[in-house]
Protein backbone atom coordinates (compact mmCIF):
# COMPACT_ATOMS: atom_id res chain seq x y z
CA UNK A 1 0.00 0.00 0.00
CA UNK A 2 3.08 2.57 0.82
CA UNK A 3 3.87 4.21 -2.30
CA UNK A 4 7.02 4.10 -4.58
CA UNK A 5 9.17 5.90 -2.71
CA UNK A 6 7.96 4.33 0.43
CA UNK A 7 8.45 0.74 -1.51
CA UNK A 8 11.79 1.43 -2.84
CA UNK A 9 13.14 2.69 0.61
CA UNK A 10 11.92 -0.94 2.28
CA UNK A 11 13.15 -2.82 -0.24
CA UNK A 12 16.84 -1.33 0.20
CA UNK A 13 16.39 -1.97 4.20
CA UNK A 14 15.52 -5.93 3.35
CA UNK A 15 18.40 -6.21 0.65
CA UNK A 16 21.23 -4.49 2.46
CA UNK A 17 22.84 -6.54 4.67
CA UNK A 18 22.80 -4.81 8.49
CA UNK A 19 25.01 -5.53 11.62
CA UNK A 20 23.53 -6.67 14.45
CA UNK A 21 22.24 -4.40 17.23
CA UNK A 22 25.14 -4.17 19.93
CA UNK A 23 24.12 -5.22 23.67
CA UNK A 24 24.53 -1.49 24.16
CA UNK A 25 22.22 -0.72 21.50
CA UNK A 26 20.03 -2.83 23.04
CA UNK A 27 20.83 -1.37 26.82
CA UNK A 28 20.02 2.20 25.16
CA UNK A 29 16.11 1.25 23.90
CA UNK A 30 15.55 -0.84 27.38
CA UNK A 31 15.63 2.88 29.26
CA UNK A 32 13.45 4.51 26.43
CA UNK A 33 9.75 5.45 26.61
CA UNK A 34 7.39 2.68 25.14
CA UNK A 35 6.60 5.20 21.95
CA UNK A 36 10.63 5.64 21.21
CA UNK A 37 11.20 1.60 22.11
CA UNK A 38 8.02 0.47 19.66
CA UNK A 39 9.68 2.87 16.75
CA UNK A 40 13.28 1.73 17.52
CA UNK A 41 12.40 -1.71 17.67
CA UNK A 42 10.09 -1.87 14.88
CA UNK A 43 12.95 0.40 12.60
CA UNK A 44 15.21 -2.62 13.65
CA UNK A 45 13.45 -5.56 12.70
CA UNK A 46 12.72 -4.06 9.25
CA UNK A 47 16.30 -4.38 8.84
CA UNK A 48 17.21 -7.55 10.86
CA UNK A 49 14.43 -9.18 12.55
CA UNK A 50 16.11 -11.09 14.79
CA UNK A 51 16.49 -10.39 17.60
CA UNK A 52 14.59 -7.06 17.35
CA UNK A 53 10.71 -9.19 17.40
CA UNK A 54 11.58 -11.49 20.26
CA UNK A 55 12.14 -7.94 21.90
CA UNK A 56 9.22 -6.07 20.62
CA UNK A 57 6.92 -9.58 21.82
CA UNK A 58 8.78 -9.38 25.30
CA UNK A 59 7.93 -5.75 25.78
CA UNK A 60 4.63 -5.19 23.79
CA UNK A 61 2.63 -6.07 26.61
CA UNK A 62 3.51 -2.48 28.29
CA UNK A 63 3.54 -0.79 25.24
CA UNK A 64 -0.67 -1.09 25.46
CA UNK A 65 -1.84 2.75 26.19
CA UNK A 66 1.54 4.16 25.76
CA UNK A 67 1.64 4.27 21.91
CA UNK A 68 0.49 6.95 19.18
CA UNK A 69 0.04 7.28 16.14
CA UNK A 70 3.01 9.50 15.14
CA UNK A 71 3.87 9.89 12.15
CA UNK A 72 7.24 8.63 12.57
CA UNK A 73 5.81 5.02 13.49
CA UNK A 74 3.34 5.17 10.96
CA UNK A 75 5.93 5.22 8.30
CA UNK A 76 7.73 2.38 10.02
CA UNK A 77 4.52 0.56 9.54
CA UNK A 78 4.13 0.89 6.33
CA UNK A 79 7.70 0.06 5.61
CA UNK A 80 7.15 -3.23 7.81
CA UNK A 81 4.70 -5.06 5.82
CA UNK A 82 6.73 -3.97 2.46
CA UNK A 83 9.13 -6.99 4.34
CA UNK A 84 9.14 -10.32 2.88
CA UNK A 85 9.52 -11.90 6.50
CA UNK A 86 5.80 -12.24 7.76
CA UNK A 87 7.06 -12.16 10.77
CA UNK A 88 7.81 -8.43 10.69
CA UNK A 89 4.66 -7.46 9.07
CA UNK A 90 2.75 -9.29 11.67
CA UNK A 91 4.89 -7.09 14.25
CA UNK A 92 3.99 -3.77 11.89
CA UNK A 93 0.03 -4.78 12.35
CA UNK A 94 0.00 -5.32 16.09
CA UNK A 95 1.71 -1.95 17.05
CA UNK A 96 -0.53 -0.14 14.48
CA UNK A 97 -3.62 -1.05 16.09
CA UNK A 98 -2.00 -0.39 19.50
CA UNK A 99 -1.34 3.16 18.49
CA UNK A 100 -4.55 3.27 17.40
CA UNK A 101 -6.33 2.24 20.69
CA UNK A 102 -7.72 -1.41 19.32
CA UNK A 103 -7.31 -4.06 21.28
CA UNK A 104 -8.80 -7.95 20.71
CA UNK A 105 -12.46 -6.97 20.92
CA UNK A 106 -15.78 -6.54 19.91
CA UNK A 107 -15.56 -3.07 21.21
CA UNK A 108 -12.76 -2.16 18.26
CA UNK A 109 -14.66 -3.62 16.10
CA UNK A 110 -17.79 -1.38 16.58
CA UNK A 111 -15.29 1.60 16.99
CA UNK A 112 -13.88 0.72 13.31
CA UNK A 113 -17.87 0.39 12.33
CA UNK A 114 -18.73 3.56 13.23
CA UNK A 115 -15.32 5.48 11.37
CA UNK A 116 -16.46 3.25 8.49
CA UNK A 117 -19.98 4.76 8.32
CA UNK A 118 -19.19 7.74 9.45
CA UNK A 119 -18.72 9.14 5.53
CA UNK A 120 -15.78 11.07 6.28
CA UNK A 121 -11.97 10.57 5.70
CA UNK A 122 -11.22 8.51 8.51
CA UNK A 123 -13.24 5.45 6.83
CA UNK A 124 -10.38 4.73 4.64
CA UNK A 125 -8.28 3.26 7.36
CA UNK A 126 -10.65 2.57 8.81
CA UNK A 127 -11.41 -0.05 6.29
CA UNK A 128 -7.73 -1.31 6.16
CA UNK A 129 -7.21 -1.34 10.12
CA UNK A 130 -10.47 -3.48 10.43
CA UNK A 131 -9.16 -6.03 8.17
CA UNK A 132 -5.63 -6.70 10.05
CA UNK A 133 -7.75 -6.35 13.41
CA UNK A 134 -9.88 -9.14 12.10
CA UNK A 135 -6.62 -11.35 10.51
CA UNK A 136 -5.82 -11.31 14.52
CA UNK A 137 -8.63 -13.58 15.04
CA UNK A 138 -11.24 -10.26 16.18
CA UNK A 139 -14.60 -11.31 15.02
CA UNK A 140 -13.06 -12.01 11.32
CA UNK A 141 -16.75 -13.18 9.65
CA UNK A 142 -17.57 -9.58 10.78
CA UNK A 143 -14.72 -7.95 9.05
CA UNK A 144 -15.29 -9.86 5.88
CA UNK A 145 -18.76 -9.02 5.88
CA UNK A 146 -18.38 -5.32 5.95
CA UNK A 147 -14.78 -5.54 3.60
CA UNK A 148 -16.98 -7.82 0.85
CA UNK A 149 -20.03 -4.96 0.93
CA UNK A 150 -17.58 -1.87 0.86
CA UNK A 151 -15.99 -3.59 -2.33
CA UNK A 152 -18.47 -3.29 -4.13
CA UNK A 153 -19.04 0.75 -3.16
CA UNK A 154 -19.92 2.85 -6.01
CA UNK A 155 -17.20 4.98 -4.21
CA UNK A 156 -13.81 4.10 -6.09
CA UNK A 157 -11.19 5.45 -2.67
CA UNK A 158 -13.87 3.28 -0.68
CA UNK A 159 -13.44 0.24 -2.67
CA UNK A 160 -9.61 0.92 -2.43
CA UNK A 161 -9.45 0.62 0.90
CA UNK A 162 -11.88 -2.06 1.11
CA UNK A 163 -9.43 -4.08 -0.69
CA UNK A 164 -6.28 -3.34 0.67
CA UNK A 165 -8.46 -4.38 4.20
CA UNK A 166 -8.89 -7.76 2.40
CA UNK A 167 -5.46 -8.41 1.80
CA UNK A 168 -5.21 -7.23 5.00
CA UNK A 169 -7.91 -9.93 6.92
CA UNK A 170 -5.80 -12.51 5.13
CA UNK A 171 -8.77 -15.61 5.43
CA UNK A 172 -9.68 -17.83 2.26
CA UNK A 173 -12.95 -15.95 1.92
CA UNK A 174 -10.78 -12.94 1.58
CA UNK A 175 -8.85 -14.20 -1.00
CA UNK A 176 -11.86 -15.72 -3.19
CA UNK A 177 -13.03 -11.94 -2.96
CA UNK A 178 -9.87 -10.70 -4.22
CA UNK A 179 -10.28 -12.91 -6.88
CA UNK A 180 -13.30 -11.83 -8.12
CA UNK A 181 -12.38 -8.45 -7.31
CA UNK A 182 -9.10 -8.60 -9.98
CA UNK A 183 -11.33 -10.13 -12.55
CA UNK A 184 -14.63 -7.71 -12.11
CA UNK A 185 -13.81 -4.59 -11.03
CA UNK A 186 -14.26 -1.97 -13.47
CA UNK A 187 -11.42 0.55 -12.30
CA UNK A 188 -8.18 -0.69 -13.31
CA UNK A 189 -6.38 0.63 -10.25
CA UNK A 190 -8.42 -2.01 -7.95
CA UNK A 191 -7.84 -4.64 -10.25
CA UNK A 192 -4.29 -3.99 -9.61
CA UNK A 193 -4.94 -3.53 -5.68
CA UNK A 194 -6.57 -6.67 -6.21
CA UNK A 195 -3.39 -8.43 -7.75
CA UNK A 196 -1.17 -6.70 -5.38
CA UNK A 197 -2.93 -8.36 -2.29
CA UNK A 198 -3.42 -11.85 -3.82
CA UNK A 199 0.47 -11.81 -4.75
CA UNK A 200 2.38 -10.16 -2.08
CA UNK A 201 0.83 -7.63 -0.17
CA UNK A 202 -1.44 -7.86 3.00
CA UNK A 203 -1.26 -10.91 5.29
CA UNK A 204 -2.44 -14.29 3.01
CA UNK A 205 0.26 -16.73 4.07
CA UNK A 206 2.50 -18.35 0.78
CA UNK A 207 0.52 -21.50 1.04
CA UNK A 208 -2.96 -19.52 0.60
CA UNK A 209 -1.00 -17.50 -2.20
CA UNK A 210 -0.23 -20.80 -4.16
CA UNK A 211 -3.77 -22.38 -3.47
CA UNK A 212 -5.04 -19.20 -5.48
CA UNK A 213 -3.31 -20.34 -8.61
CA UNK A 214 -6.20 -22.66 -10.14
CA UNK A 215 -8.16 -20.24 -10.13
CA UNK A 216 -5.66 -17.45 -11.32
CA UNK A 217 -5.46 -20.35 -14.29
CA UNK A 218 -9.07 -20.65 -14.67
CA UNK A 219 -9.76 -16.47 -15.26
CA UNK A 220 -6.60 -16.53 -17.69
CA UNK A 221 -8.34 -19.03 -19.52
CA UNK A 222 -11.60 -16.41 -19.02
CA UNK A 223 -11.88 -14.69 -23.01
CA UNK A 224 -14.36 -12.36 -21.48
CA UNK A 225 -11.69 -10.60 -19.49
CA UNK A 226 -10.01 -8.01 -21.47
CA UNK A 227 -6.07 -7.89 -22.27
CA UNK A 228 -5.05 -5.43 -19.34
CA UNK A 229 -6.35 -7.98 -16.67
CA UNK A 230 -5.32 -10.99 -18.54
CA UNK A 231 -1.35 -9.79 -18.36
CA UNK A 232 -2.45 -8.72 -14.73
CA UNK A 233 -3.20 -12.27 -14.15
CA UNK A 234 -0.02 -13.76 -15.71
CA UNK A 235 1.65 -11.22 -13.51
CA UNK A 236 0.01 -11.86 -10.28
CA UNK A 237 0.86 -15.97 -11.22
CA UNK A 238 4.75 -15.26 -11.60
CA UNK A 239 4.68 -13.19 -8.20
CA UNK A 240 3.20 -16.19 -6.55
CA UNK A 241 4.73 -18.89 -8.10
CA UNK A 242 8.19 -17.43 -9.37
CA UNK A 243 7.73 -18.83 -12.85
CA UNK A 244 7.38 -16.73 -15.65
CA UNK A 245 5.02 -17.72 -18.73
CA UNK A 246 3.24 -14.73 -19.22
CA UNK A 247 -0.57 -14.85 -19.77
CA UNK A 248 0.31 -18.43 -22.20
CA UNK A 249 -2.61 -20.38 -19.97
CA UNK A 250 -1.00 -23.56 -21.34
CA UNK A 251 2.54 -23.58 -20.55
CA UNK A 252 0.81 -22.63 -16.99
CA UNK A 253 -0.97 -25.74 -16.93
CA UNK A 254 1.63 -27.58 -17.60
CA UNK A 255 3.55 -25.96 -15.30
CA UNK A 256 0.86 -26.45 -12.89
CA UNK A 257 0.51 -30.17 -13.59
CA UNK A 258 4.05 -31.04 -13.05
CA UNK A 259 4.47 -28.84 -10.04
CA UNK A 260 4.71 -30.73 -6.28
CA UNK A 261 1.60 -28.73 -4.94
CA UNK A 262 1.03 -32.00 -2.56
CA UNK A 263 1.84 -30.00 0.82
CA UNK A 264 -0.22 -27.24 -0.50
CA UNK A 265 -3.27 -28.96 -1.47
CA UNK A 266 -3.36 -31.57 1.87
CA UNK A 267 -2.76 -28.94 4.56
CA UNK A 268 -4.86 -26.38 5.69
CA UNK A 269 -3.27 -22.38 5.62
CA UNK A 270 -2.25 -21.22 9.26
CA UNK A 271 -2.35 -17.72 10.16
CA UNK A 272 0.36 -15.63 10.34
CA UNK A 273 2.27 -14.93 14.15
CA UNK A 274 4.52 -12.93 15.77
CA UNK A 275 6.25 -15.93 17.12
Known amino acids: MAGAATHQAATALVSTPQPRPTDSDLEAISHMAPQQQAERLLELAIRRPDPSLSLIRRNF ?15 LVLDALDSDDPRVRVAAVEIDLAANNLGNSPESVEKLQQQIQSGTE ?3 MALWRLGSLGNRGVEPAEAFRTLK ?4 SR ?24 LDILAHDPAPQIRQRAANGLSKAGLLTGKQRLTAVPQLLNLLDDDA ?4 TQNLIGTTLEAITGASFGK ?3 AWRDWWAHHDSRETHSSRPSGLSLA
Open 61 to 75: PSWRGHLEESDRLFR
Open 122 to 124: ERF
Open 149 to 152: LYAH
Open 155 to 178: NQEVRFWAVEGLAMLGTDAAMNAL
Open 225 to 228: LDEA
Open 248 to 250: NAG
